[in-house]
């Protein structure tokens, strides 16, 4: 096997299309970044979003390697994940071994186009340790999902770190709308997330993996993830009012909360495709609803702040 074919399929076992989920939350953050007022004056930088873009697909790319080498013999136990790549044979443990090594090179290397800004070089392993350690969650908390929803956090508040890293230095509250907005994203992702987990609810509960479907059920789970998606949408229209606690207040509009109304529509519509007694819409809510509003909030966000007279 050549070298392409080993990387086509590596890319096939993260899911690369799934980058989507997160990236459009960091871009977001750095458009905001850069356009709210500040002092210093913060300007836009190509180096910047470049590192922004290779710093993500980097990031995600060295996590999900680590996960389905971690998860390698419970993938091969459960029916649902016994054709992935790596229990299948389609790939071999030093192959996701070297693209994870690369991945982690790659993600450290690309620090380096924040500079002189040094934040993102400071946290950049402790950063990598939380997407990392979300691997080992499951065996040994239920709340696993909101490891994975911190870990998808970080992204905005990263990207907001690498724009406006002095004006962070000054005023550690210049971050407070990208933490209301990593804290949309948070509850946004764990709530997905446990919808996804009913999948393996007799699975988890066979070989003593923990998760929210395994100790409350599918029904408490489904209930659950219906009430964080509540707390996410709360989060992304609070970003708009951040200056209400503290921090700068972002000029998003009327466009930006046209886009939240939308995202509350398409999170009551995930629950709708979703029941107790039929799971088989799981994927469709799981990929396609979720990239609509990742993307969705995206683009209305940027150009509302770009382009929307104010």
């Given at each position: 096997m050549n070298w392409l074919s080993r990387l086509r399929l590596n890319l096939e076992m993260i899911r690369f299309s799934h980058t989507l989920f997160a990236l459009p939350f960091a871009l977001l953050s750095a458009v905001m970044?850069?356009?709210?007022?500040?002092?210093?004056?913060?300007?836009?930088?190509?180096?910047?979003?470049?590192?922004?873009?290779?710093?993500?697909?980097?990031?995600?790319?060295?996590?999900?390697?680590?996960?389905?080498?971690?998860?390698?013999?419970?993938?091969?136990?459960?029916?649902?994940?016994?054709?992935?790549?790596?229990?299948?044979?389609?790939?071999?443990?030093?192959?996701?071994v070297s693209f994870f090594v690369a991945a982690v090179v790659v993600f450290f290397a690309s620090m380096l186009l924040f500079l002189p800004n040094r934040l993102p070089l400071y946290w950049s392993a402790p950063v990598l340790a939380v997407l990392l350690?979300?691997?080992?969650?499951?065996?040994?908390?239920?709340?696993?999902?909101?490891?994975?929803?911190v870990a998808l956090m970080?992204?905005?508040?990263?990207?907001?770190?690498?724009?406006?890293?002095?004006?962070?230095?000054?005023?550690?509250?210049?971050?407070?709308?990208a933490i209301l907005l990593g804290f949309g994203v948070m509850f946004w992702v764990s709530g997905f997330d446990a919808m996804y987990a009913?999948?393996?609810?007799?699975?988890?509960?066979?070989?003593?993996?923990?998760?929210?479907?395994?100790?409350?059920?599918?029904?408490?789970?489904?209930?659950?993830?219906?009430?964080?998606?509540?707390?996410?949408?709360?989060?992304f229209a609070s970003v708009a009012f951040a200056s209400i606690w503290a921090g700068p207040a972002v000029p998003?509009?009327?466009?930006?909360?046209?886009?939240?109304?939308?995202?509350?529509?398409?999170?009551?519509?995930?629950?709708?495709?979703?029941?107790?007694?039929?799971?088989?819409?799981?994927?469709?809510?799981?990929?396609?609803?979720?990239?609509v509003i990742s993307v969705g909030l995206f683009a209305a966000g940027t150009i509302d702040l770009l382009w929307v007279p104010k």
């Open positions: 970044a850069w356009v709210t007022p500040a002092e210093p004056n913060v300007q836009f930088r190509w180096s910047v979003l470049v590192g922004i873009l290779v710093a993500m697909v980097a990031a995600r790319s060295a996590a999900m390697a680590f996960n389905r080498l971690v998860d390698w013999r419970l993938d091969a136990l459960n029916p649902r994940t016994a054709n992935r790549h790596l229990p299948a044979g389609k790939l071999s443990g030093p192959s996701v350690g979300y691997s080992f969650a499951k065996r040994f908390t239920r709340y696993s999902h909101f490891w994975l929803g970080l992204a905005p508040i990263c990207a907001w770190v690498a724009v406006r890293g002095e004006a962070v230095s000054a005023d550690p509250w210049d971050v407070t709308p009913c999948q393996d609810y007799e699975f988890d509960r066979s070989v003593g993996l923990r998760s929210i479907p395994a100790a409350w059920g599918i029904v408490g789970a489904l209930r659950f993830a219906a009430a964080v998606h509540g707390a996410a949408v709360l989060c998003l509009g009327w466009l930006y909360a046209a886009a939240v109304a939308g995202i509350a529509g398409l999170l009551v519509l995930e629950h709708r495709l979703v029941s107790a007694q039929d799971l088989s819409r799981v994927n469709v809510a799981f990929f396609h609803v979720n990239i």
